[in-house]
């Protein structure tokens, strides 16, 4: 059974930073995309960043450049998404998620979803 399991939200105060994690089990990631979304109070869920699990290779949706970043430990099946300069707008739940392609996950067609980790930024 795949497993995505996001950690590491919570409240901070603005210009705060925060490490997600989402722990991924239950099969090999060799070809996939791996890629982070978040869904704000009253909004759609929208693309943040991804990364393909083998390559390394990142991408991110305009609004974040610069203050988030995706990487990935392929040790620990793990995916991070280290956040700086936290900004109230920021707030949401945050989910991982995987993908076969790249460009089907940043449309949001994932084939396994995380259940959500809430990041709350405090002014």
């Known amino acids: 059974q795949v497993q995505l399991v996001e950690s590491g939200g919570g409240t901070v105060q603005a210009g705060g930073s925060l490490r997600l994690s989402c722990a991924a089990s239950?099969?090999?990631?060799?070809?996939?995309?791996m890629g982070w979304f978040r869904q704000a109070p009253g909004k759609e869920r929208e693309f943040v960043a991804r990364?393909?699990?083998?390559?390394?290779?990142?991408y991110y949706t305009d609004s974040v450049k610069g203050r988030f970043t995706i990487s990935r430990d392929q040790a620990k099946n793990t995916v991070y998404l280290q956040i700086k300069m936290l900004k109230p707008e920021d707030t949401a739940v945050y989910y991982c998620?995987?993908?076969?392609?790249?460009?089907?996950?940043?449309?949001?067609?994932?084939?396994?979803w995380g259940q959500g980790t809430q990041v709350t930024v405090s002014s």
């Open positions: 998620a995987a993908g076969a392609t790249a460009s089907g996950l940043t449309s949001g067609r994932a084939d396994y």
């Open positions: 990364i393909m699990w083998s390559s390394g290779l990142t």
């Open positions: 239950g099969r090999t990631f060799g070809g996939y995309v």
